[in-house]
């Protein structure tokens, strides 16, 4: 691989730094490795759940210049729900209104007319209707990347044909195939496009034959989480979740665990404890709280809370992508009780790395086990510990992302050589 120096524009519906949940984490993580061997400029965008200070310190440790731009759709609560309202009225979807931000393209032509970018780096396919390949008189465009990080309208629909509440699956049923219309359209207008398990690359290749589509791994910081000889020692009975709490697959996901799983844990032992972490809990998970289930929200650091939980579970039911919850407590040698659904795409295997059930009876019988038997939690979290090393590290995942920008570039040299001799 060739060691010149790339520019990247980087632009994002949301800031990655400092990372706190799976998307930022994902995008920090690609990036902070990347930034070690070229030059990212930064376009993102921030709603109110942001500090803009905050994130724009955080990202000049690893950017060369770092635009932030304030998002007024990205607002929760009362003017949310009018703007999905509005939206039902509309050929766009949802997304589409939401991230509908005065002044964003102004600050992208800035960007791209004051300097050439070998490549535009789209996380998630949301603002893929802005201008993103300017670039400045008499030099080729910009290659285009978009990483999916998952396939948006497939979720929504599983929403929609799940067990959610009736407006909930209505809205969904009306929203996903928009949602479709517009994701596909980014899909199809990007130079590639970089997925997190070959079981979307499959996907994918179904809804855009042709497409270039290239796996891009959701990992973790192996050096950050990894067990730690100061840390608290599993306690024998707190059963932890972690994750963003505002999504859909963690809400569906919560709602389960705690109404058909979480009995029959407690059943067998009394003593256990549910702990959920994560920010922005909706009042769907706020009212799960009580009893033997604490929602501790938001933490600093997540690495205690993993070290003194028994085990980790993933009981989710919806989503695409992979999840990054089961590569981090994979990372600090945790034992994880995970859904297929959850575990898909993870190169783990049942009974090896992971404990894997759909059924609520099994999912229970799994979670127990871990309790009661610390032997099987250790052995699990070794090998898990040695698969995210050797798989799921942030800097192999930047290495394949850097090869992939290098690889359309080469393929759009010929025309960017033809469009050059007719200038």
């Not at 310190?57 to 007024?72: D, K, Q, S």
């Not at 629909?157 to 517009?182: C, T």
């Not at 840390?231 to 707190?238: E, K």
């Not at 404890?273 to 009893?291: D, M, T, Y």
């Amino acid at each position: 691989m060739t060691s010149e120096r790339l520019d990247i524009l980087l632009v994002s519906s949301m800031p990655p730094s400092p990372p706190r949940f799976g998307a930022q984490a994902r995008v920090h993580g690609l990036f902070t490795e990347i930034a070690r061997r070229h030059d990212v400029t930064a376009v993102v965008l921030h709603d109110d759940e942001f500090d803009p200070d905050e994130c724009e310190r955080a990202m000049r440790e690893w950017c060369r210049e770092v635009v932030l731009l304030p998002n007024p759709g990205g607002r929760d609560g009362r003017a949310k729900r009018l703007m999905q309202l509005r939206s039902l009225a509309s050929l766009d979807s949802y997304e589409r209104h939401r991230h509908a931000v005065p002044g964003l393209q102004a600050a992208l032509d800035r960007a791209t007319s004051a300097r050439r970018f070998d490549v535009v780096n789209l996380e998630f396919p949301f603002l893929a209707h802005y201008r993103l390949r300017g670039s400045p008189p008499g030099t080729p465009e910009p290659a285009l990347v978009l990483d999916a990080h998952d396939i948006a309208y497939r979720i929504t629909r599983q929403v929609a044909e799940g067990e959610s509440g009736l407006v909930r699956r209505v809205y969904a049923a009306l929203n996903w195939r928009k949602l479709r219309r517009e994701e596909l359209a980014a899909f199809r207008a990007a130079d590639a496009v970089a997925v997190c398990s070959e079981l979307d690359r499959a996907r994918l290749l179904e809804d855009v034959p042709g497409v270039r589509a290239e796996v891009i791994p959701n990992a973790a910081d192996v050096e950050r989480y990894r067990p730690r000889p100061g840390d608290p020692r599993p306690d024998g009975r707190t059963v932890l979740f972690f994750g963003l709490l505002a999504t859909a697959p963690n809400i569906d996901g919560l709602r389960f665990f705690v109404r058909e799983i979480w009995p029959r844990v407690v059943a067998r032992r009394p003593d256990a404890r549910f702990r959920i972490v994560g920010a922005r809990p909706p009042p769907a998970v706020k009212e799960l709280a009580g009893g033997s289930v604490d929602l501790a929200g938001f933490v600093e650091d997540l690495r205690p809370e993993l070290a003194a939980a028994a085990a980790v579970v993933v009981p989710l039911r919806l989503g695409s992508g992979t999840r990054l919850k089961i590569v981090e407590a994979l990372a600090m040698g945790k034992g994880v009780v995970s859904t297929r659904l959850g575990a898909e795409g993870l190169e783990t295997e049942h009974d090896r790395h992971i404990l894997v059930a759909d059924e609520p009876e099994r999912f229970a019988d799994h979670v127990v086990r871990l309790l009661e038997d610390p032997g099987t939690a250790s052995r699990l979290g070794e090998a898990g510990r040695r698969l995210a090393v050797e798989r799921y590290a942030w800097s192999t995942a930047a290495r394949a992302l850097e090869a992939l920008y290098r690889e359309v570039i080469a393929a759009r040299a010929p025309a960017a050589a033809r469009a050059r001799r007719a200038s």
